[in-house]
T-cell receptor
């Protein structure tokens, strides 16, 4: 099984709909992250969490919210999806001193 | 915050040639520099990393060099193979930092 699992892998949704992307990890790490990938822009941080009671905004948090349900689970919500939120979304986890481990990604299309 | 710049954005090389990707960073507090490879349809995976107390690190055909004074680090891939074709990301972070700061990525194509 993958260390970091994201669901769904692909999603098409309509403008104005609420959507949730889910992430779970088996690494036992405290830190979890949500990144957005757009062509030519690299990986940009949306939100990050150091533990269940800790939630922090990243570089591009507007239009997104998160929930850390447990050490192993971190979900990303788009309250009212818009077309420019069409992107590839990645969840990641780390122990804070070494590499980040990434999920396989969720390709989201907002029409 | 940290700003990481990466060049080039695309790179094509003939199989067997070397490829070099360069990154610069702005925050002198950054002291951990990982490189990630992202294959089509997959998430980024670490291929090599370097810490600030080391100037160079090698792992078979890949190597990373770090110049802390100039605030730049580079990825070197020798004897490139078609399976090296992917998007490569550099990143910088302090050991106790909040996040990884990524470059914008380099799409490497190795031509057989």
């Amino acid at each position: 099984d993958a260390d970091v699992t994201q669901t769904p892998r692909n999603r098409i949704t309509k403008t104005g709909k609420r959507i949730m992307l889910e992430c779970s990890q088996t690494k036992g790490h405290d830190r979890m992250y949500w990144y957005r990938q757009d062509p030519g822009l690299g990986l940009r941080l949306i939100y990050y969490s150091f533990d269940v009671k800790d939630i922090n905004k990243g570089e591009i948090s507007d239009g997104y919210s998160v929930s850390r349900q447990a050490q192993a689970k971190f979900s990303l919500s788009l309250e009212s999806a818009i077309p420019n939120q069409t992107a590839l979304y990645f969840c990641a986890t780390s122990d804070g001193s070494t590499e980040a481990f990434f999920g396989q990604g969720t390709r989201l299309t907002v029409v | 915050g940290e700003n990481v710049e990466q060049h080039p954005s695309t790179l094509s090389v003939q199989e067997g040639d070397s490829a070099v990707i360069k990154c610069t960073y702005s925050d002198s507090a950054s002291n951990y520099f990982p490189w990630y490879k992202q294959e089509l349809g997959k998430g980024p995976q670490l291929i090599i990393d370097i810490r600030s107390n080391v100037g160079e690190k090698k792992d078979q055909r890949i190597a990373v060099t770090l110049n802390k004074t100039a605030k730049h680090f580079s990825l070197h891939i020798t004897e490139t193979q078609p399976e090296d074709s992917a998007v490569y990301f550099c990143a910088a972070t302090p050991f106790t930092g909040n996040q990884f700061y990524f470059g914008t990525g380099t799409s490497l194509t190795v031509i057989p």
